[in-house]
C-alpha cells in the first residue's frame, strides 16, 4: 500500500473539497475551498479553508441554489461568510500546498472537484502546478481494486467494509469534507492492507 512506495514519489495526500454556486466554473463560482494535508500514516499535518467572493460577471445556477435551500441555513452562512478576492485565495491556497514536498491531491469526485480547482489554477496562477493533476487520486476509482465494489454512496461503503465510525458534523463545510474523505481513504488503506495480507 502506500507504506511500500518510495518515499521519493510520494510523501504528502492532499484531500480537498469545494462548495460552489453552479455547474460550470466561469459561467458560476467556487464558494470554498478546503484541505487537509496527511502524512502517509493518515496523520493531519495542516488545513486549509478559504471562502470566496463570487467571479466578476459570474452567475448562480438555478437548480444549485434550489439545492442550497434545501439545505440547513448553518451549511450556506459558513461557504458565504466573510469572502475574500478569488485570486488572493487562489494564491494562498498554491503556496499552501508549495510547503509540501510531491504532494498527490486526492478527491470525491475527482471529475468535480478538480475540474473547479484546476480552473481556478489555471485562471489565477497560470498553472496548475506540480503536475498535480495528472497524478489527481479519485475516492470510487480507488474502492474498486481495492474492495471489486464501485460504489455511489462511497462513504457509507467504506464505513460499512472497515466497521469505521467516522462521522462529518458539518457537511457541505469544504474543511469539513475534505477531513472526513481523507481519514476515510486511510481507514480503507488500513483495511486493505490487512485483508489482502491474509489472502
Known sequence: MLESLSEEKLKHLISFDVEVNGRIPGKHSMLQLGAVCFDLKGREIAFFVMNLKPLPGAGEDPETMKWWSEQPKEAWE????????????????FD????FQKP??????????????????ETYIGSSGF???????????????????????WKEWVRAVTECTIE?????????????????IFELFKWAKIHLMEE
Not at 78 to 93: A, E, Q, Y
Request: proline share 6%; aromatic share 14%.
Open 78 to 93: 459558513r461557504v458565504t461568510k466573510n469572502p475574500v478576492d478569488s485570486k488572493i485565495v487562489t494564491r494562498k491556497f
Open 96 to 99: 499552501w500546498m508549495a510547503q
Open 104 to 121: 498527490v491531491l486526492f478527491a470525491a469526485p475527482v471529475m468535480l472537484d478538480g475540474y473547479w480547482l484546476r480552473y481556478y489554477l
Open 131 to 153: 503536475s498535480l493533476f495528472h497524478a489527481t487520486l479519485d475516492a470510487r476509482s480507488i474502492c474498486l481494486p481495492l474492495t471489486e465494489y464501485y460504489p455511489n454512496s
Open 168 to 184: 462529518n458534523s458539518s457537511p457541505h463545510y469544504a474543511l469539513a469534507d475534505a477531513r472526513e474523505q481523507g481519514q476515510l
